[in-house]
Every structure is written in C-alpha cells, then in structure tokens.
C-alpha cells in the first residue's frame, strides 16, 4: 500500500489545502453549487481516511519494532554464550545475564569492574596478549581461561575477544567449559587405569591422535605381533600398512566414518602381518573421544585382541556344517528341523524342491505347523493330529511320533507320511521327515480300482463307483469344491441288440466307454451302474464346465459309429446332469441326475437335461 505523505504541521497542511480550493474551477465557496459541494466533501473525508490509514500504519510499525527490540535484549540477556564489553582501561561497559552468571555477581554491581581481576593470576599475561593481539592485528583471538571468583570454585571458560574500535573497546565472548575440563581430567584419569588393566591380561592398546597421525600403542599391542614397542612407527599410516590388503579398506571406511561422524565406535575383524611374517586374526575396537567444534574426530582410542584361535574354530564349525548340510541334502526325504517352538531352522534340499513345487515361499524362520496347512490345504484333522504328535514328543511324552495314514493335499496327487524325532539335544530341536510314498499309494489305488472294474466295459463297478463317490462328495463339502455328476443312458440299445445281436451291442458298450474316456479329464471317474447306463464323476468342476464336457460326449458320441463285423453302428446318448449344492449324500445326488436324464428321454433323447435348471432345453 502507498500513502500520500502528510504535510509536517497543521498550518502547512492548511496552507496546502487553501491553495487547491483557489485552483478549483476559480469559484468561491459561496458560488459553488450542490454537486461541486459534494465532491469537495468527498475528497475530504478521502483526506481524512488516508491520514488514519497512515497513522494506523505507524502504530503496528511502532509496536513491531518495540517488539523486536524486547525480543534482541531477550536474546542477549539470555544467550548460552556470554558477552562481556571492556574499555580501553579493561573496565566492563557493558554484559549479559550469562557474563554475570559467569562472574559470579549481579550485572550492576559489576559493571566498572575490572574484567583482568577476574582471571587467575597466572593467566592473565595470557590475556593481556590476548587483548593486545586483537586490537592490533584487527582479528579475534581465541583460547581458554580460568576465572577465580573470591568463594567460588575455579571455573574454565573459552574466550573470543574482538577489538570493535576506540569508543567501545573489546568486545569478550564466554562459553562455560568448566564441566567437559572436569570430562577430560576423568577420562585420562579412566584411561590410564584401563590401559594398565588391559596390559596386564595382554591385550593392546592405541592412542590415535588424528589431526597429526601420531599413534601411541602399548606395550602389549607390540607383543601381539611379535615386536618391542621401539619398533614399531608410531604412525597411523604405517600400522594400517601391516593390515591385510583384503581388509584394509573395510578398516578404512570404518575408520573413516567415525572421523565424520557418522558413527562414535568401531570394531572390525581383521588379520595383520607379525614380524615373523605371520597372519594374525585381531579384533580391533576404537571409540572417539574428543571432536573438533565442526564435528571432525580429534582423538580414538581402542583395543587390539587376538581372536586367531576363535577363527580357526570357526572355519573348523563351517567345514563340519558344510559337511553335516552336505549329508543332510543327499537324504531323498523330505526333511526340516524344528527348533524348541516349533519354528523351522533348517531344511534340506528335497524338501526345498517340494516347496518350490507347491509355491511355497522361503520356509526357513516360519512355523512348522502353518506352512503344514498350507501343504494339506487347511485339514483340520491333519493338522490337528500333527500339532499333538509335536506336542507330545516335545514334552518327552513319546520317543517319537508317525501319522497313521499317507497324508494327501486336496489338489496335490502325492502321497506321503510323517514323522516326529527329537534331537535330545540342548536346543529341543526336533526333525521332521516328510516321505513320499505317492508311487506306492498310487500302486494299492490302481491294485484296488482294478478289482472293482467292469469286466466288459472298463468302467469301475457300481459298487467301487459309489463308494468313490462318496467320498469325493465328503471331500467336495469340506474344501468347498464344485462337483457336477452326470447320469449316461444309451438310446434304443434294445434295438442293438435285436437287430445285430448281443456280441455287437457289447461292442458298443465297449467302443462308448472308450469314446467317453477318451473326452473326459484325468481326475474324472466313469461307472457301469447298470445294463446300457453310466455316471462320470467331475470333480472340482463347474456348472459351465459340467455341461461342456457333457456336450462334447453327445458330439463324440455321435462322430463315432460303433463297426462290428464290417458294420458301422450308430448310436446316441442322453445325458442328465447335476451340481453339488445343499445334497447331504452322493445317492441323493444320483436320482436328481436320474430325474434330469428321464426329461432328456422323454424331449427327444440324444440330448442332455441339467437338474438346475429344469427348464433348460437340452442340447442336440
């Protein structure tokens, strides 16, 4: 906002305004008419805003200013950092609520005061010099006092002093050190007694100093690499030279980081070279103990330890873990070990293999039981009966524990068993063994499906069927799984039989059940349930998927003309079909397939019928 400025008094300002009403329209104000009237108003109280604008303006300046004014003494008072003025005669002109504090006596009484009184006599040549270098050389000196206050205790301060000019004099600046002097008396006090202590069980000891590169090593750090203390440079440069060039720069950055700060200590593992030109394994530790005000290190101090023989057994420990890791793989099992909480420490690599296989994510550091879930898809009574096995064996209730049946996931085709063993060991690790006995099951399932197949036809037996069936209906209902059945019937086969006799219309069973077969899947099952009629079991199979099977038996079915003896015989199929939904038994399920195969016959066969939707026109 710009303002106009105000005349300097009251009589200027009306003087200025009697010259602008003789200069308008040169009319006195007895001719002047209502409207020039009102604008002379109007410009007027114009006048009369802008002069309270301004003096509306002045005020807050003139409360910002007292404000920042309160808030400068504030922060001179009560800066951390003492400030003392002197004149050239050394008396105090002027200082702050921390330069009293400092001086030990309230600000009034101590200003006149001699400031050299206060430094201890046998510093004040010192700041004589101090005071005469800065008014000569025009620059600030800087270095620490100690200042002696009659029935106060020796304090320490950091000085600056400033020459500002022959008016004022100098200008001292006071930072209190008296408590990190007390720090530094206690840490050489504790690093004497330390490096005594470590002498005398033999470990090293070195003293860095980092601005020049001196090192100070003890007598131990000598013994361990086989040399008298006067042999050894006592610079940084030549004992980083003995380290291993292969360690040397992780010795480096980790000594680098400390100097900037990033880190307060160290320790590294590292070999050095003996005397003898021996490799020696140290542990080296190193903390800083004093930083320059920009934060830069200025002193290290640490420890050398010889860890030679712990390396040895280590590389010792890794040779037998390879080894032990190395057996444990070649073992076809597959196997975990399971720490004291049940979580898996270690696998070997067929069981590493089989998790792959199952999409199993990294398993180590995971519990036992939950990646079990996975595996058996959640079966509760796996699970459970396993958890109480590793309970019991846990708790030394059974030498070991196996599961009393081959184990199966609801979409895995393989087989295998389980068994507990404890370790005995401090740790209560336990191994579990995984064996997969999927080739033999897989043998007794086709042994026991070729007992209880149709002998004419392939397809299993009613009986073998429905007792397979029932339990894919009670596996479906507990994973939640889709399950559709279809209910087969061929048509006119009386005729078949009449007409070419009962040898072609077992041909034709035969060539339907192998036409069948040939469209449905793997895990699909076909049954003879009586003369001329079968059911196939879809399990895992939608609606949608049911009907396209069923579609493409009809279609098949139709392409594939039954020869016997030089004859083509052609025959057709209906197909009535149904879903799992609220069925509480596979027979149950059966006669609603039965009820959609008798619409399928009656609309015409050759087609197929879905019990879910009874009003669906079948499919030709």
Known sequence: MVYRKNPLDHEALRQMAMARLSVRDGLPAATLDLQQAQHLIEELEIMQIELELQNDHLSTARAQLELALNQSNELYDFSPVGNVLIDAAGAITKLNLTGAQLLCAERARLLGCRFGLFVTEGQRVQFNDMLARARTEREAQTGELALQVSGQDLSHVQVRVLWVDAAAGWQIGLVDVTERRHMEEQLRGGEERLTLALSAVGDGVWDWQVRSGEVMVSKGFADLLGFAQDELDHQISDLVYLAHPDDKPQLMQKLQDCIVGKSDRFHVEQRAQCRDGRWKWLLVRGAVVLRAADGQAVRFIGTMVDVSKNKETEAALAVAARFQQAVFDSISAQVVVLDQAGTIVQTNAAWRRYASELDCEETVGKCYLAVLADIVAHDQQVSQAVAAGLAAVAAGELPYFYASEPIQGPCSKRWFTIKVTPVHDEAHRMVVTHEDVSVLKRAELASAALANVDTLTGALSRQHFMSLAEQELARSQRYELPLVVLMLDLDYFKRVNDSYGHSAGDAVLQGFVQTATAVLRES????????????????????????????????????????????????????????????????????????????????????????????TEGSH
């Not at 009809?554 to 209906?574: D, F, M, N, Q």
């Not at 009820?595 to 087609?607: I, M, P, Q, S, T």
Request: glycine share 10%; aromatic share 6%; with cysteine.
């Open 524 to 615: 699909d099952t076909i049954g003879r349930i009586g003369g001329e009629e079968f059911a196939v079991l879809l399990p895992n199979t939608t609606r949608e998927g049911g009907c396209v099977l069923a579609n493409r038996i009809l279609e098949e079915v139709r392409s594939r003309p039954v020869e016997v003896g030089g004859k083509r015989i052609a025959y057709t199929v209906s197909i009535g079909a149904e879903s799992l939904s609220n069925q509480t038994s596979f027979a149950a399920l059966l006669a609603q397939c039965d009820a959609a195969l008798y619409r399928a016959k009656n609309g015409g066969r050759d087609r197929l019928e879905v019990s879910w939707e009874s009003s």
